[in-house]
């Protein structure tokens, strides 16, 4: 449905609503725009990076026992057993990527939560392992010269002889010592579940009779499982390694243009990742304190549900002279209001990038003017950083139009519409709209009593992503290997692999509007012999001259390994990401080309932005509505509530004028 303001908007054909432009600081180069927002209370830690992660989950001078404890406290916070969300780019096809899991979903599998824990615990030094136990994956890390079993997605560990943390090996022992002198419960799901209550499971196997996480009754936290399944996971059955593989790089900060908001709700709609039949429906009614999501509380957790529906909105101030600062490109495009061509004879194109740190799942263009006479307008949109364009629609005459793209952008991060247009043309008003969803967990909370609340922008960074689904039987729920432009040579795309009988390699071309700052990349790959692996290698020069970035030698049977480059010659505009096979295969990749963000690509000067504002919107007694102006980084701000809030929304925007 039209909002009120829109039906205004155009018939008026200007966004009449909005005075000039009264902003006097702005960007570095008067840019207006702010990058690398997030904003954080006291009450929920930042998980916006893994950098963030590290920072506030590794204390100073913990043990390495204590770094895998608290790496399995951090997944148990912020994900829930449910069904996964299914983005197809990754090996598994779910979502595996920790920051990833815990902004926009919350919620997955075991072998979701065995690859979080992996990219945790590696990512704070420690080795990780994936285990393929019965009916479940569950991962290990690696401490004091031993292995150590960190369920965190039925949110159990157990406690060994020795008093520190079991392996898997070690629990399979216990419990198939068990059965030997118990073989009447073995595969019978009934009898454990009967001698499980009233405290019967603390006469079972001693690893798990020291469990402090079953109730007594048996029941883990979540409530979903409980001892009886315990002992049928670790019946011994099943028991190998696998390497849950995860993705990396993704990051939730965001950045906005003047007339952009982003709102995130501590509610949703309905709508989730999964709805147009790709897997099963996750926790979207499910409340926090009941249920399932009973033991939530205990870890943190102030929402009142796990998923959350937000919108993306960008009404582009062409009334205003600023407007032009944020579009992707303009190519014949007159200076001024409104969007026209400079020279009528020949074609103008206005380009403008709608991305967000949360997955869309809708998207609508609405667009109001007129093409006179012979003049024409054309609507495109791209999903794959430009490389191809798709025309949604020809406009000509008088118009007033709302085109749904949500076939086009469902489960993407980022696209691009373009206007191309000549002639006689005159586009007024302009405005793109999207349906978000994200995690509630990870959003700042308040909590009663005092709360403090900082908000984050800067450096004026952007980033250009390469991250294609292997998987060739998709359609187009993501984009595919062949959308990036690769140059395989001596490699083959075989199925969901990419392979290498001897030497080869695939390469993909990136283009920045700035000087790159850093390049981020990796993937998740297969090397099983000695000779074997993955070299990561970079050419700012057109593939005259190459740099290692970071290899992945075998052998191995899976492992995922992401390095980060920043020796980047000054300048330069253009990358090519390569992945040097000796005899290995890739499951998964993805690369993250970071540019400095200014009107003229270089670095700034300053970290000077647009003043922007944060609105949070939540009931403590009646229904409250607290701006908080920013206009430095970091700010900090305190906000009391009388008793606990009920959290509604929090609304962060760029204000096109004042």
């Known amino acids: ?121 590696r990512a704070a030094g420690l080795e990780a392992r994936g285990r393929i136990i019965t009916s479940h994956s569950v991962p290990e890390v690696s401490w004091g010269g031993a292995w150590h079993l960190l369920d965190a997605s039925l949110i159990t560990w157990f406690p060994n002889a020795r008093g520190d943390v079991a392996s898997v090996d070690e629990i399979i022992e216990s419990v198939t010592g068990w059965y030997a002198q118990n073989p009447a419960h073995r595969d019978n799901d009934g009898s454990l579940r009967q001698f499980m209550r009233g405290g019967g499971w603390r006469k079972g196997p001693a690893v798990l009779a020291a469990s402090r996480f079953y109730d007594e009754n048996g029941w883990l936290p979540a409530r979903s499982h409980g001892w009886y399944s315990t002992m049928q996971e670790y019946d011994g059955k099943n028991n190998g390694f696998y390497e849950y593989g995860y993705s990396s790089g993704y990051r939730a900060t965001f950045r906005l243009r003047a007339g952009e908001s982003l709102t995130r709700n501590w509610s949703n709609r309905g709508l989730h990742v999964n709805m147009d039949g790709s897997g099963g429906t996750p926790c979207i009614n499910d409340e926090v304190g009941k249920g399932e999501l009973g033991y939530s509380p205990r870890y943190g957790d102030l929402a009142p549900g796990r998923i959350g529906n937000g919108t993306l909105l960008y009404r582009v101030p062409l009334s205003q002279k600023d407007w032009r600062s944020g579009a992707w490109s303009l190519d014949n495009v007159k200076t001024g209001a409104g969007i026209s061509p400079m020279d009528r004879g020949r074609p103008a194109e206005a380009t403008f990038r709608m991305q967000c740190p949360y997955v869309f799942l809708g998207g609508k263009i609405r667009l109001a003017g007129e093409a006179k006479g012979n003049g024409w307008l054309k609507v495109l949109l791209s999903t794959n950083n430009g490389l191809d364009w798709t025309e949604i629609k020809e406009i000509n005459g008088k118009f007033n139009e709302e085109i749904d793209v949500k076939d086009k952008v469902f489960r993407r991060y980022d696209y691009y519409v373009r206007l191309a247009m000549a002639g006689d043309v005159a586009v007024a008003a302009l405005e793109i709209e999207n349906d978000i969803q994200h995690s509630q967990r990870a959003l700042p909370a308040l909590g009663q009593g005092p709360n403090a609340v900082t908000v984050h922008a ?122 040097q096979l000796s005899g290995a295969s890739i499951l998964s990749l993805r690369a993250d080309v970071d540019y400095w963000d200014t009107p003229d690509g270089r670095k700034p000067r300053s970290g000077a932005f647009p003043p922007f504002v944060v609105t949070y919107v939540y009931k403590d007694g009646a229904e409250k509505r607290v701006p908080l102006v920013v206009k430095q980084s970091p700010a900090k701000f305190s906000i009391t509530c009388g008793s606990k809030p009920e959290m509604r929304s929090i609304i962060v925007e760029v204000p096109a004028g004042q």
Not at 541 to 552: K, L, N
Request: aromatic share 10%; hydrophobic share 35%.
């Open 458 to 579: 800067g450096p004026a960074v952007n980033t250009v992503t390469a991250a294609p689904s292997l998987h060739q039987d998709i359609g187009n729920k993501n984009e595919k290997l062949s959308g990036f432009r690769p140059v395989l040579e001596g490699a083959r795309h075989e199925g969901s692999v990419i392979n290498s009988g001897g030497r080869g390699s695939v390469t993909f071309p990136v283009a920045t509007p700035g000087d790159i700052r850093s390049v981020r990349f990796g993937g998740h790959f297969r090397a099983d012999g000695n000779n074997q692996g993955v070299g990561l290698m970079l050419s700012f020069d057109g593939g005259r001259s190459w740099a290692e970035a970071g290899s992945v030698p075998g052998p191995y049977r899976g492992y995922c390994k992401y390095v980060e480059y920043d020796r980047v010659p000054p300048g330069a505009r253009t990358v090519l990401v390569r992945y």
């Open 1 to 121: 449905m039209r909002s009120a303001y829109w039906v205004t908007a155009c018939a008026a054909m200007v966004w009449c609503a909005w005075a000039p432009d009264a902003f006097a600081g702005s960007a570095a180069g008067g840019a207006g725009h702010v990058n690398g927002i997030k904003v954080v209370s006291d009450k929920t830690e930042d998980v916006t990076s893994i950098e963030a992660i590290l920072g506030w989950m590794i204390k100073p001078g913990i043990s390495d026992r204590e770094k895998g404890l608290a790496v399995w406290e951090t997944v148990v916070k912020f994900r829930h057993q449910n069904p996964p969300p299914n983005e197809y780019l990754e090996f598994d096809r779910n979502v595996h990527d920790a920051v990833k899991t815990f902004n926009v979903y919350g919620y997955g599998m075991c072998c979701c939560a065995s690859a979080n824990i992996a990219e945790l615990a």
